[in-house]
């Protein structure tokens, strides 16, 4: 069973072993992999995983959840980090898939909905993870799960009589999207999408200016400011 840690999470990382080897499908194989010195290994106080997905379905705890993973670099803080054993996409199993998605389930309705789930690829240069996670996962295309069983807050959209800042997502600097984009218009500057330098310089501006945590990261505080911002143009105004 999920115990919801005590550090803030408000995002779920994706990622799969890159092996098929037999011999490999165990966390402890992972922690050794992390944990040996260099150049063997990567010399990590602990293997980078909260939890590994054998090809049987058995599910394996790694590091504790209470401690923020080493898996997705500069994207570790606020997240719980999933490895599935395997590397080729017809090689992971149907039992993989029905852990991970019962595993989400019990992780999303932990936080009421309140988070987004992500592969490692959205926010590195790797083809981690191989498997269609937004696939099994029902993703929509903010990172949030649509899996039966799965509680829900809806993200707001544009119209002022919609505008819920608390039901939307946390966003930071290497994020793509909907949502992003969304706070670009807020910002008015160009919406492609992507969370870059431009983005993550303007919000911490926008941050400083009315009193906020100066951390380029936008959550509840970030968009209720920007929401309730006279120079901001709303839609449908």
């Known amino acids: ?9 408000d995002r779920v990382f994706l990622h799969c072993s890159a092996s098929d080897v037999a011999s490999h499908d165990n966390v402890a194989t992972m922690r050794r992999w992390h944990t040996d010195p260099k150049p063997q290994g990567r010399g990590w106080s602990d293997v980078g995983y909260h939890l590994f997905i054998r090809k049987s379905g058995q599910l394996e705890s790694g590091r504790p959840l209470e401690k923020i ?9 606020g997240t719980i980090a999933i490895c599935l054993h395997g590397l080729d996409e017809p090689n992971f199993t149907n039992a993989q898939y029905n852990t991970l998605t019962a595993l989400c389930v019990e992780i999303n309705n932990a936080y009421s909905g309140n988070l987004t789930f992500h592969g490692h690829k959205e926010v590195a240069a790797k083809a981690c993870k191989v498997y269609f996670y937004k696939d099994i996962l029902k ?25 819920v800042p608390d039901a939307w997502p946390t966003i930071r600097r290497g994020d793509r999207g909907e949502a992003v984009a969304l706070l670009q218009r807020f910002l008015m500057i160009k919406d ?3 969370f870059g330098p ?15 945590s100066r951390d380029g990261v936008v959550g509840q505080m970030t968009w209720t400011a920007l929401i309730g911002t006279d120079r901001i143009e709303h839609f449908g105004e």
């Open 1 to 9: 069973m999920f115990k919801k840690p005590n550090r803030k999470v």
């Open 198 to 212: 431009k983005t993550d310089s303007e919000v911490r501006n926008f941050q400083s200016a009315n009193g906020l």
């Open 139 to 163: 993703l929509d295309q903010f990172g949030r799960l649509g899996l039966s069983g799965a509680s829900t807050r809806p993200l707001a959209h544009a119209a002022h009589n919609e505008r």
């Open 192 to 194: 492609d999408g992507i």
């Open 69 to 77: 993973p080493a898996a997705q670099a500069g994207h570790n803080t």
